[in-house]
């Protein structure tokens, strides 16, 4: 039984679902019994439907314009990126000084500022609060309590100074005792004052 033959509709209709599977102008024509010459209008048309649903898909797809970037965002997003003012100061052609406040806002901006001041301010001291954290982590100490050591241990100074000022007083005494003891006759005497018509009894030994 022979095959119907394909009117023209039908044939263009199929020279088009063979190009969008990528069939060849050679397997076209086996396929369709057509030449290539009827292929072409169809390819050429085909090929301009494509383009023009390429280019609405990228209309489509396109991010907005974004303006430029002020200096002070452009000096942030380096700072994300873990660059110094140092850095920045270079790559965006600016005054340190301006990178340096830049820098500033950027750590006021993630509530990192404070520790940036206490790092300035005690930098040399840094091993010690770390083993300090250490013993705290180790011992579940937490940071009001650390406060109240302090605050005691300030107290403790104080009564160590007035300990040691008194143990100093109560020395002195002790020296002025002693020679009270050994020089009755001196200007600090203790010996209870008496007529002199008297004897002193007790500085005699029987």
Known sequence: MSEIPLNKFEKADLILRLLKEGRTYRDICHLAHVS???IKPISK???QQKRLENNKR???NQEPTTKKLSTSSQAFLLFQEG???DDVKVLLDIPFKKA???WIQYLKSIRMFESFEFYQDHSYDIPTFLSIDVFMKRNNIYGKNVVNVLRTASDIFHLNQTYSKLKEEIKNLELKRMSLFYYPNSSYSLQPLLPLNKPNYNHYHY
Do not use: V
């Open 36 to 38: 290539p010459r009827d």
């Open 45 to 47: 048309k085909y090929e």
């Open 58 to 60: 990228k209309e489509n």
């Open 83 to 85: 660059k110094k003012p």
């Open 100 to 102: 340096r406040l830049f």
